[in-house]
C-alpha cells in the first residue's frame, strides 16, 4: 500500500504530543504520522516544524491508511474520558496485531480495564508512563510500558530510540503485563511528591533556622548537586530560589502563593498504597502538606495558635545545622524511595506483574523529573539481593542510616522545638524507627481489640489463636 508510509503515529498535537511526535521524527528510520481531533493543531505543528516531515491525518481511517503493520499508534490525549475516546475510534480503523499505546497518566486500573477491553479484539494495548515532561517528551523521556511481550518486540526498539540514555542504556523498559506501567509511573510520581516536600522542607528548615536569603540558599542547593544528593530535584530547586522577581525585585518564591496544587497522581499513590496495606507515610505526608497549604481559610484562623518562642531555635552553628538538615534529607529521601518499592513489589505480587526492581532504578536514572545520582545504588542493591525486603536495609543504605540518623533526629527535634513544620522529615524517622524496633505497641493495639470486640491476639511463647475473658466482659 503506497500510502501506508509511517512507521509510527502520534494522536493528540497538545504538547507532549507533539514534543514526543518530534522525538520521534528526529531518529534515524522513523516516519511518524499525526492526527488531533481538531485538525488547527495539526496545522500548526505542520507549520512549525517541516523538518518532522510530519505525515498528517484528517480523520481516523486516513490516520490508519498512513501506517504500516502492524500498526502503531502512541495517543497523547487529556487522560480520561479522551484516551477512552480515542481507543473507541482507534479499534474501529485498527487490526488484529496493530499497538495502540497510551502515553498518558491514565490510572492503572483504567489501563488493566482498557487492556482486557482491546485485547478482546486482537488489537494490543499498551499503558506507558512517559515522564519527563515537556522537554523529557522532546529530548528523552523515561518511558515506563506495560501491555503484552509481543506488543512489547514491536514498540521496544521504537521507544528505546526516544528515551534518555544514561551509560549508553536507554531509560525504558518492559515493566509488565497491562496495567504494569502505569502502576510504576503512579509510584515514580509519589516518589516525585516525597522528594519536592522534602527539598521544601530543607529549604525552610535552613531559612528559618539561619535566616539566609533564597540566593544563598540557591548556593547551599548547588553545591549539594555536586555531591551524593545530586539530582535534577535540587538541580532546579536552586535555580527556583536564585530567580528573582521582575516586577518587585523580591525572591519570585516570596512573591508565589504558598498554596500547591497537585494534578492527582500523589492522591492515587496513597490510595493505592492504602488498599495494598503499604505504609507510604513520606509521600502521604507530602500530599497532606499540599492539601494543608491549600486551606487559607483553616490557615488564617489558625495564625495565632500558641507556638514557641522565637528564642527557641536558634543553631549555635549554622554551617553544622545546613550539615545536618543535608543528611537529613538524604536518610529521608532513602526512605521515600524504599517506601516507594515497597509499593511496586506489593503492587506486582497483587497483579501479577514480573517486575524487576534494579531494572526500574535504572530507567528512573535518566530523562524522569525523579532522576538522580543514587538511583545506581538502587539498582546495585537489587542486583546483590534482588529479595531485599526493604531497600533501607541494603548495605550501601546501612551506611547512609548510620551516617545521617544522629543529624536527622537533631533537625527533627530542633523543627519541632521551633515549631517549624517538617511533616515529610519527622515521619520517615518514625517510619525508620517503627521498622527499628524490637516491640512495638502493636501488641498493646491487639490487647485493645481483644478486649472491646473479641478480635483474639497471638502469643509470643506458643502457636494459635487467643482471647482473654477481661474484666470488662459480661
Ligand atoms: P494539554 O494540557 O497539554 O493541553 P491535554 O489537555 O492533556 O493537553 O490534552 C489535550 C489534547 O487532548 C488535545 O489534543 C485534544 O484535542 P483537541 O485539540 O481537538 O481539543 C485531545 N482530546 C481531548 N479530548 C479528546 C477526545 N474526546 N477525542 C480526541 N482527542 C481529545
Known amino acids: 500500500d503506497g500510502t501506508a508510509q509511517a512507521n509510527i503515529g502520534v494522536v493528540g498535537m497538545a504538547v507532549m504530543g507533539s514534543n514526543l511526535a518530534r522525538n520521534l521524527a528526529s531518529r534515524e528510520g522513523n516516519t511518524v504520522a499525526i492526527f488531533n481531533r481538531s485538525y488547527e493543531k495539526t496545522q500548526t505543528v505542520l507549520d512549525a516544524h517541516p523538518e518532522a516531515e510530519f505525515v498528517p491525518a484528517k480523520d481516523y481511517a486516513e490516520f490508519a491508511a498512513t501506517l504500516s503493520k502492524p500498526r502503531t499508534a502512541i495517543i497523547m490525549v487529556q487522560a480520561g474520558k479522551g484516551t477512552d475516546a480515542v481507543i473507541t475510534e ?13 502515553g498518558g497518566n491514565a490510572l492503572f486500573t483504567d489501563t488493566i480495564r482498557r487492556e482486557k477491553a482491546v485485547r478482546e479484539t486482537g488489537i494490543n494495548f499498551v499503558g506507558a508512563g512517559i515522564s519527563g515532561g515537556e522537554e523529557g517528551a522532546l529530548k528523552g523521556p523515561s518511558i515506563m510500558p506495560g501491555g503484552s511481550a509481543e506488543a512489547w518486540e514491536t514498540l521496544g526498539p521504537i521507544l528505546k530510540s526516544i528515551a534518555a540514555v544514561v551509560d549508553g542504556e536507554p531509560c525504558v523498559t518492559h515493566v509488565g503485563t497491562d496495567g504494569a506501567g502505569h502502576f510504576v509511573k503512579m509510584i515514580h510520581n509519589g516518589i516525585e511528591y516525597a522528594d519536592m ?10 531559612r528559618r533556622g539561619t535566616g539566609k536569603t533564597p540566593a544563598e540558599i540557591a548556593d547551599i542547593f548547588a553545591e549539594w ?3 551524593e544528593l545530586e539530582s535534577y530535584l535540587i538541580e532546579i530547586t536552586a535555580e527556583v530560589l536564585r530567580q528573582v522577581d521582575a516586577s518587585t525585585g523580591k525572591p519570585l518564591v516570596d512573591v508565589i502563593v504558598d498554596q500547591a496544587g497537585s494534578k492527582g497522581t500523589g492522591v492515587w499513590t496513597v490510595q493505592t498504597s492504602l488498599d495494598l496495606g503499604i505504609p507510604v507515610s513520606g509521600i502521604a505526608e507530602a500530599v497532606f502538606a499540599r492539601s494543608l497549604s491549600s486551606k487559607p481559610a483553616q490557615r488564617a484562623a489558625s495564625s495565632s495558635l500558641p507556638g514557641p518562642s522565637s528564642e527557641a531555635f536558634t543553631p549555635a552553628d549554622p554551617d553544622a545545622f545546613i550539615e ?3 543528611l537529613a534529607l538524604y536518610a529521608s529521601k532513602v526512605i521515600a524511595y524504599s517506601q516507594g518499592f515497597d509499593a511496586i513489589v506489593a503492587g506486582a505480587e497483587e497483579y501479577n506483574w514480573d517486575i524487576k526492581k534494579g531494572d526500574i532504578a535504572k530507567i528512573w536514572r535518566g530523562g524522569c523529573i525523579i532522576r538522580a545520582r543514587f538511583l545506581n545504588r538502587i539498582t ?4 546483590e539481593n534482588p529479595g531485599l525486603v526493604a531497600l533501607v536495609t541494603a548495605p550501601f543504605f546501612v551506611d547512609v542510616m548510620a551516617e545521617a540518623q544522629t543529624a536527622w533526629r537533631n533537625v527533627v527535634a530542633d523543627a519541632a522545638k521551633a515549631g517549624i513544620p517538617a511533616p515529610a522529615f519527622s515521619s520517615s524517622l518514625a517510619y525508620y524507627d517503627g521498622l527499628r524496633a524490637d516491640r512495638l505497641p502493636a501488641a498493646l493495639v491487639q490487647g485493645q481489640r481483644d478486649f472491646f470486640g473479641a478480635h483474639t491476639y497471638k502469643r509470643v511463647d506458643k502457636d494459635g489463636t487467643f482471647h482473654t475473658l477481661w474484666s470488662g466482659d459480661r
Open 225 to 227: 548537586n555536586t555531591g
Open 380 to 383: 546495585d542493591a537489587y542486583a
Open 324 to 326: 545536618g538538615v543535608r
Open 90 to 102: 482507534l479499534t474501529k480503523v485498527f487490526e488484529p496485531g496493530d499497538i495502540i499505546v497510551d
Open 197 to 206: 516536600q522534602l527539598i521544601a522542607e530543607a529549604y525552610d528548615l535552613i
